[in-house]
């Protein structure tokens, strides 16, 4: 794998072919892959960067019209990073994408605090396997890059953005 130059990759029109094998990274028991996420509530990605787990979790009653999703980080056992706050409007924060490429594809969910993004993503691609992680931008740069290491829990997709209403992400997004 060339390593030199990231992908850049932008908010495409979804092909009709994809939806039908979407979501392309293959989710792992949601009992196997740790998670920040309460036992009431719906696990929509989560894994291990190492030492700190990585997760997206909404309550059980998310539509296009009810429910919460939040990012969350840290170190197992221990409070997490959370965004949004409870208190947020989530939808305010909250983008989905739609990653496509020759011989794969994957989504991405974007939390804004600004002047911070935070771009959890799950790809999986010919030649180069599956990708998954977090990406950190501040004012659009990248500053951090967190893959996951070991099984992967993921939800990210189409179908999960039309079914609970997430806007798309007019931003696009460099897969790591």
């Not at 894994?47 to 059980?60: E, I, M, N, P």
């Not at 790809?123 to 396997?129: L, N, R, V």
Request: charged share 20%.
């Amino acid at each position: 794998m060339n390593d030199s130059k990231p992908l850049r990759l932008r908010p495409p029109i979804l092909a009709a072919a994809l939806l039908a094998v979407w979501p392309l990274h293959a989710p792992a028991s949601e009992a196997s892959v740790p998670s920040h996420c309460m036992v009431e509530e719906t696990t929509l990605f989560a894994c291990s960067t190492g030492r700190k787990l990585l997760s997206v979790c909404a309550t059980v009653d998310l539509s296009k019209d009810a429910g919460v999703v939040q990012y969350r980080f840290g170190t197992p056992g221990r409070e997490a990073f959370v965004l949004p706050k409870a208190e947020a409007d989530w939808r305010a924060a909250v983008r989905g994408g739609r990653l496509m490429f020759s011989g794969g594809g994957g989504a991405t969910l974007a939390f804004a605090n600004p002047p911070y993004r935070y771009v959890v993503y799950s790809a999986i691609g010919s030649g180069w396997g599956s990708k998954a992680g977090v990406v950190v931008e501040k004012r659009g740069r990248r500053i951090a890059s967190l893959p996951c290491v070991g099984a992967t829990t993921s939800k990210l997709g189409p179908a999960l953005f039309e079914q609970t209403g997430i806007a798309e992400d007019p931003l696009g997004f460099d897969l790591p």
